[in-house]
């Protein structure tokens, strides 16, 4: 048999738990404070709007739906970008960001790169995605364990050694599974380095207004690069900020260097598509772009995407203080200082472990905590067990 994924078995490990208090922090899907699944209201209405119109269930084309992509590129890299005004980004339909990163990882092992750089530590997935793309996976430093802080010096050093033109993994916004973002200044020495260097940068963007509440403030180091005259790509998921998991959508693009050579790069990556999965699903894709194209389902979207943030960042604040509360010898800081959908809290693995046994609270085996399991309900509960295994 093989082994369990670390994520995906988390989860059946919870649902063999019969314990009356077990609780979940492991799977990376937003929960209310009742942590029951929330559907977004606005997706709700785009739905009721898309049945009304009784729509047909034809294939979408191998790039998938064009009014979604382009409302999707035009979320990513903003109302007035000038390199979509001259054409230079052009995008497909992706399977959310999962299937993205995967023909991403095949264009370029098609096209003569035989690695990828991606941060120390990144999420889980992207090393199968991009080893069974065929690429050399190697790691350039990121977070400091120590302080749980940002290692910077460690990052700026290692993307100098990076050999030209390699491509180069960034996290958008709400960095999985640290939780811990570069400043915009540090964002900008990061550029100016990656243009030094000649370097591929290829940004995954899955929280784009989930970590901060502002979908605009989550998109400024993409659209920063995109000033900065990179040539890059981007893959966008639709699952945490519009809470469409299972509908699997998300976007693919580049920017060229002119529309000719981005369109180019769109036609090899329909090659990579059309043998792999044909062509991607539809209505979560009509959904997004019924949200993006209304002005009121839009600003009723971005209400309720702030909304869920917020009560992540509240629960940050009180589990922060709870730990404090209890006489914890440790600092605690860094869980407010991160962002987005994940803590990195610093337990180590037994501690994971033992918390698991003792007080079956299931998180990942990195220490990471996703805080959209916390609930006014149970936080006191989590604190007292980290409290309990990191004495």
């Known amino acids: 048999m093989a082994p369990p994924d670390p994520i995906i078995g988390l989860n059946e490990a919870f649902q063999r738990d019969d314990f009356p208090q077990k609780v979940n922090v492991g799977v990376g899907a937003y929960r209310d404070d009742a942590g029951k699944p929330f559907v977004l209201p606005c997706v709700r209405e785009a739905e009721k709007r898309l049945l009304d119109q009784n729509l047909d269930m034809e294939y979408s084309g191998i790039a998938g739906d064009a009014k979604f992509v382009q409302a999707a590129l035009k979320f990513a890299y903003g109302d007035n970008s000038i390199a979509m005004s001259e054409g230079r980004v052009q995008g497909v339909q992706a399977l959310s960001g999962t299937g993205g990163l995967r023909v991403m990882g095949e264009l370029l092992k098609r096209h003569g790169h035989s690695m990828i750089y991606v941060p120390n530590p990144t999420w889980g997935n992207h090393i199968p995605i991009f080893n069974n793309s065929g690429l050399e996976v190697r790691k350039y430093r990121y977070y400091n364990a120590s302080t749980s802080d940002l290692d910077i ?24 599974p640290t939780g811990m ?33 502002d979908a605009v403030t989550d998109a400024a180091a993409l659209r920063m690069f995109v000033d900065d005259g990179h040539l890059m790509g981007l893959v966008q998921s639709f699952s945490k900020n519009f809470g469409l998991y299972g509908h699997r959508i998300g976007a693919l693009s580049v920017v060229g260097a002119n529309e000719e050579e981005a369109k180019r790069v769109v036609s090899q990556m329909k090659i990579v598509i059309r043998p792999m999965y044909s062509n991607p699903p539809r209505h979560g894709a009509r959904l997004v772009h019924a949200i993006l194209s209304d002005s009121t389902l839009s600003k009723e979207f971005v209400e309720q995407c702030k909304g869920m943030a917020d009560r992540i960042q509240s629960m940050r604040t009180v589990l922060r203080t709870r730990l404090e509360e209890a006489g914890s010898k440790h600092n605690w800081d860094h869980i407010t200082k991160q962002i987005g959908m994940f803590a990195y809290s610093g337990l180590s693995k037994d501690q994971v472990m033992a918390m698991r046994e003792r007080h079956h ?12 399991g916390v609930t006014s309900g149970n936080v006191d509960y989590i604190a007292q067990a980290i409290n309990d295994v990191s004495k």
């Open 153 to 176: 010096d460690g990052m700026i050093a290692d993307i100098k050694e990076i050999p030209e033109k390699t491509p180069v993994l960034l996290h958008a916004c709400a960095h999985n």
């Open 181 to 213: 973002d570069p400043s915009m200044e540090q964002w900008k020495q990061i550029s100016e380095l990656v243009k030094k260097r000649n370097l591929l940068p290829f940004f995954d963007c899955a929280y784009q207004g989930f970590a901060s509440g």
């Open 361 to 372: 609270i299931y998180c990942t085996a990195d220490g990471r905590i996703s805080m959209a």
